[in-house]
């Protein structure tokens, strides 16, 4: 029986107030209208945090950090431990510090793929393996020598050698059942065959279970990475409308706008300052997003001053970051494609690497023609990004997957 499995509710991603950068309907990620207390049981203990509830019970952003050694980040993403919870233990959060990228990587596509080879393993296992040890087991009902009993012997020690190892409960339970069906002789001595059978078929069933669970593990996970990457559109569709507010304050700079318009651009980017000030989610809480709410109030206030030229220097700056932002995602959809690689360690398509180094090569060459983007930053990051991304076409070129993954991760945290 499949313990019952929590539903994650789904979002709507027209619902929401105006968005005050374009009109359109607001594109902050749903959930971050409050800060909720909730005690969860992450690395080891429980704890009182304050988080923003993305789905109740199942993922949360860290509002504030947590204190300590051990302690929390603001913006880590927190995704309750299904695996663990479905075997009728506590529940436990994984946390995933980095935020939102790291998560989807820990949740993303491999993961489903993982279960899926998984569930064909066993179901070869089940076909061929245990198939021929319960063949070999009836035929000791009519055939007593020992050489039969031996081709019996043999077959269930190959079934307990395949799996060993195993680390799920119920893979264990069935490893269990194998190494007690070895011996012909049941506990009072007596050659016993049927009660042998009645327990490979018991470890049989026991990874029956393990198939199912699996199956309906990968769809939950599927439907946290829906909602992560509802999340991710949405707070990309936030930079995509601030680009946009800070184009027409320019444009409204350049001409002849007077006080008041002005100030309706100075409350406009003071509005869109709040709003990317509530983002706590990483990385983009924690590395673009105050920058930017930085700029936009520094902006706003020199409009409300009459100082046009300082305001447009600032948004100037605002402008070349985003520009410079827009490439993360990139990056980062690269970065997923390779932990995959990873988790699959062969079988990698004939093409994969060659595909992958065009993508990587084309961010590098783009990013290389933009000129002075990061001058005037805190941290000039350029330099830095873009030696990673040639040394990942490198180990592409070398279809390296384990140093690939390691540049790409150097590249992304540059943002």
């Known amino acids: 029986m499949i313990p019952q499995l929590r539903k994650i509710p789904g979002t709507n991603p027209t619902s929401g107030s105006r968005n005050p950068i374009t009109g359109s309907r607001a594109t902050t990620p749903p959930g971050f209208d409050r800060v909720q207390t909730r005690t969860m049981h992450v690395r080891g203990k429980d704890r ?3 988080v923003y509830v993305l789905a109740e019970d199942e993922l949360y952003i860290v509002a504030r950090p947590t ?7 603001r913006g880590a993403v927190l995704v309750r431990n299904q695996e663990l919870a479905v075997r009728g233990g506590k529940d436990t959060y994984l946390c995933y510090e980095r935020g939102l990228y790291a998560a989807l990587r820990g949740q993303g596509t491999h993961v489903p793929a993982r279960y899926d080879r998984e569930i064909s393993l066993l179901r070869e296992l089940d076909e061929e393996t245990f198939l021929f040890a319960l063949t070999m087991g009836r035929v000791l009902f009519h055939d007593r020598s020992p050489e039969a009993e031996a081709r019996y012997r043999a077959a269930v020690e190959k079934l307990g050698a395949e799996l060993s190892g195993s680390r799920h409960p119920l893979k264990e339970d069935a490893l269990r059942l194998a190494k007690e069906a070895v011996s012909i002789t049941d506990a009072r001595g007596r ?3 049927a009660s042998r059978l009645l327990k490979l078929w018991a470890g049989r069933n026991r990874l029956e279970q393990r198939v199912n669970l699996a199956r309906a593990l990968r769809h939950f996970v599927d439907g946290r990475v829906i909602l992560l990457l ?3 559109d949405r707070i990309l569709a936030m930079t995509r409308d601030l680009g946009i507010e800070a184009d027409r304050a320019q444009e409204l700079i350049d001409g002849s706008a007077d006080e008041r318009a002005l100030h309706a651009t100075a409350k406009r980017l003071e509005t869109a300052a709040d709003r990317f000030e509530r983002v706590a989610l990483a990385p983009f809480g924690r590395h673009a997003f105050p920058h930017h709410v930085r700029d936009l109030r520094a902006a706003a206030a020199h409009l409300r001053e009459g100082k046009t030229r300082q305001a447009r220097a600032v948004l100037d700056r605002l402008n070349r970051s985003l520009r410079l932002n827009a490439f993360h995602p990139e990056v980062e959809d690269v970065l997923a494609v390779v932990s995959g ?8 398509a004939p093409g994969t690497f060659r595909a992958l ?4 090569s084309d961010v590098h060459r783009r990013l290389a023609a933009l000129q002075r983007v990061d001058a005037g930053f805190r ?3 350029v330099a830095d990004l873009l030696r990673h991304l040639q040394d990942a076409v490198e180990a592409l070129k070398q279809e390296h997957v384990f140093r690939t993954y390691e540049c790409l991760t150097l590249a ?4």
Not at 68 to 73: E, Q, T
Not at 357 to 360: A, K, N, T
Request: hydrophobic share 35%; aromatic share 2%.
């Open 341 to 348: 690689l990873k988790e699959m360690r062969e079988n990698i």
């Open 230 to 232: 509802q999340v991710r």
């Open 191 to 193: 050659r016993n065959p």
């Open 379 to 381: 941290r000039r990051v």
């Open 412 to 415: 992304a945290r540059c943002f």
């Open 357 to 360: 180094r065009g993508r990587v």
């Open 67 to 73: 204190r300590g050694k051990a302690g929390i980040p």
């Open 48 to 50: 009182a945090m304050q």
